[in-house]
């Protein structure tokens, strides 16, 4: 063969192994971009902070992952508190303008919120699953008895999230009524809700200490306005006495401020307690509400939940507390640990309650609904600035609501941790 053709001929070569050098380098980068989807894609996108990119939060709505038993299956031992906030699409469960029952202050998406992440956030205990939210069965569930909310307005926020997940299958939705008329709102002493169609009610009792606040005795101190009288419970508890699922809440006013700062005082029996700190009171309030339970409801007939403390988001800024939750657009995620700087008024219920499920010689007659750490996480959930109502746009930043939550939102998973766990 001539020199000159066996050079043209190796020229080629070089040239077919050049593009199949290409190629080559195409078909593995082809292969490391379906590994790191496929493969190894977990460690890889916890590097970015966004909601749709990891997988751990990650989510398409079943509930019947591999090697994680449902609640009430092989699941019974699950702590259904411990776990994370999971990405799901098919959140939120209603949407607030779907709902009638909501008022003005929680309506946050019709407020002006721009972002609806918070509506998309799904709780995932760790070693099971919670049941998916049946509103018609929940409502077969309660037909002929009472569900009552006991305590303070974060009671109530957790009351209309109900109203709205259970209306949100009803197929006549004029069935639902406030049996005397009345509107929701922030001033309601209390509410009752009919569910003609199932004949229940679920019922709504403004408590905020759930103990008996009442006038100054006579010949008490000047500056004594009202008492808080810590060995008797709050008038209306007659009418939570005979519900079928009562939920007392209480905490968030159990501070210097709404008590002793406006002139209430402590009182056990006839004797007003004016150096008694609000630490030891609502230690004292807690053990004459346990005491009730004990021994006034019919633990055969009515199944008792503490929600404890949903914590409050402020930030520390030169030793003074200030609310800037409008800021926070995603959970804290990884950490089912209660925040340090929880009040020490979940401490005190906490060792409480702990204490009386310990004592083997008590038949236990409560549950908690433990939703400290949980809610803790989720900074991003409260009303913040959107707290005014339709059309009256954003409050000014140092008016924001950072104590109670949007709807939808958070106190859904109260009420879908309640729906697991209830028993009538």
């Not at 049946?134 to 109900?162: C, H, Y």
């Not at 030169?318 to 950490?335: D, F, I, M, Q, R």
């Not at 005190?348 to 310990?358: G, K, R």
Request: proline share 5%; with cysteine; net charge positive.
């Amino acid at each position: 063969m001539p020199v000159f053709v066996l050079f043209k001929k190796l020229k080629r070569l070089r040239h077919f192994k050049l593009s199949a050098g290409v190629l080559g380098f195409f078909l593995a980068s082809i292969s490391v971009i379906f590994c790191f989807f496929y493969l190894d894609y977990r460690a890889v996108l916890t590097w970015f902070p966004f909601p749709a990119q990891s997988d751990r939060f990650l989510s398409k709505g079943s509930s019947e992952d591999e090697g994680v038993e449902f609640l009430g299956q092989k699941g019974n031992g699950c702590d259904i508190f411990e776990g994370d906030w999971v990405w799901d699409e098919n959140y939120p469960l209603y949407q607030s303008k779907d709902c009638r029952f909501l008022d003005d202050g929680f309506r946050c998406s019709e407020n002006g919120r721009p972002d609806l992440r918070y509506t998309k956030w799904r709780w995932q205990p760790k070693d099971c699953n919670l049941p998916r939210f049946d509103a018609q069965l929940m409502l077969e569930k309660l037909r002929n008895k009472r569900l009552v909310f006991a305590g303070d307005s974060i009671g109530r926020n957790q009351l209309e999230s109900l109203l709205c997940m259970l209306s949100s299958s009803a197929p006549n939705k004029y069935s639902i009524y406030e049996v005397n008329g009345r509107p929701i709102t922030k001033h309601t002493g209390f509410l009752v809700f009919k569910f003609k169609d199932f004949n229940c009610t679920v019922e709504y009792y403004r408590s905020p200490f759930l103990v008996l606040q009442s006038r100054a005795p006579a010949g008490a101190p000047k500056k004594v306005s009202t008492t808080m009288k810590l060995d008797q419970m709050d008038w209306n508890s007659v009418k939570w006495r005979d519900a079928d699922v009562l939920v007392l809440n209480t905490g968030h006013w159990w501070t210097y401020e709404k008590i002793i700062k406006r002139d209430c005082y402590f009182q056990e029996g006839a004797v007003i307690k004016m150096d008694m700190k609000v630490e030891h009171a609502y230690r004292r309030s807690i053990e004459t509400v346990l005491h009730w339970v004990n021994t006034e409801l019919n633990s055969s007939k009515t199944q008792v939940f503490f929600r404890t403390y949903a914590p409050v988001h402020f930030r520390e800024e030169n030793g003074k507390s200030v609310a800037k939750c409008h800021l926070e657009t995603l959970p804290v995620h990884g950490s089912s640990l209660v925040p340090s700087n929880i009040p020490v008024q979940f401490k005190i219920s906490n060792a409480l309650l702990s204490a009386a499920h310990l004592n083997t010689s008590n038949v236990i007659k409560f549950e908690v609904l433990n939703v400290t750490s949980m809610t803790a996480m989720r900074k991003d959930g409260h009303s913040s600035i959107y707290n005014l109502g339709p059309h009256i746009g954003p409050a000014p930043v140092h008016h924001q609501d950072c104590s109670h939550w949007c709807l939808p939102g958070v106190p859904d998973t109260w009420n879908e941790l309640l729906y697991a766990l209830i028993k009538v």
